[in-house]
């Protein structure tokens, strides 16, 4: 996670806030449905890195998103609950009728994150609703990309297309948000294959949990719902 906004390598003088004049256009909107290969890094201060490269499926409109690691890549959210399956398959999903949940398939393991109101799929409109702020542009993969910042619980950046398409470039989501400022805890900064990315309803049975996903499996890790609740909880 970068200690600060501007240490972001590759963005321009024009970083304040509104943006520049010539912009002239409201924070970008995501596709309501979409597909596209991913590559994902996650930071922990003091802990190693892990980056995985996969895929991400998200469809507003039927209330589902779903990220899967491919083999041979580690995903923290599931090496966190099942470390004995690192570097095998593993899709992380949220759905608006089942909650968050973290399967293994080729292990038959599936758990209930829980948190269900902070992990069900982000609306289309979420940065123009949170009256993000221009930071910049930057190249992402050879490609010039719009920042904007939002901020929630956590510090949120995401980068679209400068053009007038505004496909995902990149999204980072990390660091905790406090009244006196942002400490750094975690970061998770995702990058979009953008020669991948189609348009369109996904299909609706990859929603779906598997037959043999017991729904009452609570997920067990350090910080979730099978430990003590702190006031240092994590907030997506």
Request: with cysteine; charged share 20%; proline share 7%.
């Amino acid at each position: 996670a970068a200690a600060s906004l501007l240490a972001f390598a590759g963005l321009e003088a024009e970083t304040r806030a509104g943006g520049p004049p010539e912009l002239g256009r409201l924070p970008p909107v995501w596709p309501s449905q979409f597909y596209a290969k991913v590559t994902q890094v996650t930071t922990v201060p003091g802990l190693k890195n892990w980056t995985f490269s996969g895929e991400y499926y998200y469809d507003f409109e039927a209330g589902g998103n779903l990220w899967i690691s491919h083999y041979g890549h580690m995903e923290p959210q599931c090496i966190e609950v099942y470390p004995a399956s690192e570097g095998k398959e593993c899709h992380t999903i949220s759905t608006n009728w089942n909650g968050f949940h973290v399967i293994v398939p080729e292990d038959h393991l599936c758990c209930h994150w829980g948190r269900d109101e902070l992990n069900t799929p982000v609306r289309p409109d979420w940065l123009v609703r949170m009256h993000a702020t221009f930071v910049g542009f930057k190249m992402v993969n050879g490609v010039r990309c719009e920042g904007w910042r939002a901020d929630g619980g956590n510090r949120n950046l995401y980068y679209a297309t400068a053009d007038d398409r505004r496909l995902p470039c990149q999204l980072y989501m990390g660091d905790t948000v406090t009244p006196t400022g942002v400490e750094q805890t975690f970061g998770m900064e995702t990058t979009f294959d953008l020669g991948s990315i189609k348009i369109g309803a996904a299909d609706h049975t990859l929603f779906d949990l598997p037959s043999w996903c017991d729904l009452k499996e609570v997920c067990d890790y350090a910080w979730g719902p099978t430990a003590a609740p702190t006031s240092r909880e994590i907030l997506v």
